[in-house]
């Protein structure tokens, strides 16, 4: 899964959905005044730039893979901003005092590898922590994969999905994480339309926006139709609620 997209039109998708996470997620992994963080799995640096007002940027690392890493840099001046991924973090082993990352690992080929790595690069007695949608409670991806399987039933789903908190914190453990610890958090954002809803998928952003983008015209409308009949039919504002389920472990 590749995000070769812009700054932009993430943050029109899930940034919106970022942004409302940030915070409590670093509060979750115990962010504050006087430690240094990384950002793994940075995208646009909606975290980042999070961290950075906890820390000050001089503070904050940050790494992504894909093209969306020049917007975490541009957000965030001042931060040590590099293109790389998460499974080789090109710092020296103990070199932070907390890694997070947020929405990553389940685009990860390997998550323990991400979680290993992070940990590596974590002076001991330091914080590693990571989060992922509960996708059956994350309205914007979920209602929409259902929408696309109506259509078209071999649809993928989808990346990695954790079947359980427990399952996480196996994970962590599984990382060689100390005093682990899962935890779920909510969030939400509004649409002022169903158009404006719709309209964010059709930048191509993470694996709905592809599928969406690859639709033929009519299967497209024929998804978006299903979708808009899914939420009820809003005529009005969309309300759209999501669940994260986080991780934190020590070093």
């Known amino acids: 899964m590749t995000f070769a997209v812009s700054g932009d039109a993430y943050d ?32 646009s640096g909606v975290l980042t730039d999070e961290l950075a007002h906890r820390l000050g940027a001089e503070a904050v690392a940050a790494a992504d893979p894909s093209p969306l890493v020049e917007a975490a840099a541009a957000r965030v001046p001042g931060a040590d901003v590099r293109k790389a991924p998460a499974e080789d973090l090109p710092w020296p082993d103990a070199s932070f005092d907390a890694a997070l990352a947020q929405l990553v690992i389940h685009f990860l080929d390997d998550p323990r590898a991400g979680l290993v790595e992070m ?3 974590v002076r001991p007695g330091g914080v590693v922590a990571a989060c992922s949608w509960n996708f059956p409670k994350m309205q914007l ?12 039933p071999t649809a993928a789903r989808e990346t990695l999905e954790m079947a359980s908190l427990d399952e996480l914190a ?9 005093d682990v610890e ?29 599928h ?4 033929e015209p009519e299967a497209r409308n024929a998804v978006r139709d299903e979708y808009r009949r899914r939420l009820g039919d809003p005529t009005g504002s969309v309300e759209l609620a999501a669940e994260a389920w986080t991780v934190r472990g020590s070093v």
């Open 212 to 215: 969406c983008a690859s639709l």
């Open 182 to 210: 899962a935890a779920s958090l909510e969030v939400g954002s509004r649409y002022e339309s169903f158009g404006e809803l719709w309209e964010s998928f059709q930048h191509g952003v993470g694996p709905a926006g592809q």
């Open 12 to 43: 029109n998708f899930m940034g919106r959905y970022s942004r409302e996470l940030a915070p409590a997620f670093a509060d979750f992994a115990g962010v504050e005044r006087g430690q240094t963080a990384v950002d793994v799995g940075c995208g």
């Open 170 to 178: 196996e994970l962590g453990r599984g990382a060689g994480l100390q």
């Open 119 to 121: 940990r590596r690069v």
């Open 141 to 152: 991806l979920h209602t929409f994969w259902e929408a696309a399987l109506h259509v078209t």
